[in-house]
T-cell receptor
Framework: GAVVSQHPSRVICKSGTSVKIECRSL??????MFWYRQFPKQSLMLMAT?????????EQGVEKDKFLINHASLTLSTLTVTSAHPEDSSFYIC????????????FGPGTRLLVL | KQEVTQIPAALSVPEGENLVLNCSFT??????LQWFRQDPGKGLTSLLL?????REQTSGRLNASLDKSSGRSTLYIAASQPGDSATYLC????????????FGQGTELSVKP
């Protein structure tokens, strides 16, 4: 149980285009989803927290107009990288939490984005 | 501001050796601490979660300890195997932050056969 999927697993795009990444909780309802970014040989950095039906909360230094997050249902959150540039190339990982006392986060397999 | 540090950044050991990975955090007011494993190009697999009221957790060959007062946690791996080769990340969950996790930079472990 508690499986989180991401789609696509890998994407290559041209500079200036927009890319949408989906994060789905397959067998549970996720009240909260988190989006992280990981550069090579570095740790995960939280980008934003999204709660179903409300606006995402972005971490300091993360541009909300560039990284659009939508959490329209209890099983799906999307991250859209708008007008992507080479410096946006990274590994994007989502996690989902059911809520409740322990609020364990279950992580997706990640999406590798390469912007040419 | 909470900061999480992991030492060493990389570790190479022969198969069969017992080893310890270290994690330190600057603010002891944490809700829990979690150890993850990450294989290259993959997502995270949760290994052990220690609540703030607990001192340690064990799962198979893994044992994680938590000393909140000193801001430290260790992950002990017994009888290491080549399949243990991966990056190990620790993360702390903060109080009243909606489940937000702060990650260390990880320890890259290589177990040589």
């Amino acid at each position: 149980g508690a499986v989180v999927s991401q789609h696509p697993s890998r994407v290559i795009c041209k500079s200036g285009t927009s890319v949408k990444i989906e994060c789905r909780s397959l067998d549970f309802q996720a009240t909260t989803m988190f989006w992280y970014r990981q550069f090579p040989k570095q740790s995960l950095m939280l980008m934003a927290t999204s709660n179903e039906g409300s606006k995402a909360t972005y971490e300091q230094g993360v541009e909300k107009d560039k990284f659009l997050i939508n959490h329209a249902s209890l099983t799906l959150s999307t991250l859209t990288v708008t007008s992507a540039h080479p410096e946006d190339s990274s590994f994007y990982i989502c996690s989902a939490s059911q809520g409740g006392k322990k609020e364990t986060q279950y992580f997706g397999p990640g999406t590798r984005l390469l912007v040419l | 501001k909470q900061e999480v540090t992991q030492i060493p950044a990389a570790l190479s050991v022969p198969e069969g050796e017992n080893l310890v990975l270290n994690c330190s955090f600057t603010d002891s007011a944490i809700y829990n601490l979690q150890w993850f494993r990450q294989d290259p190009g993959k997502g995270l697999t949760s290994l052990l979660l220690i609540q703030s009221s607990q001192r340690e957790q064990t799962s198979g060959r893994l044992n994680a300890s938590l000393d909140k007062s000193s801001g430290r946690s260790t992950l002990y791996i017994a009888a290491s195997q080549p399949g243990d080769s991966a990056t190990y990340l620790c993360a702390v969950r903060l109080y009243n932050q909606g489940g937000k996790l702060i990650f260390g930079q990880g320890t890259e472990l290589s177990v040589k056969p």
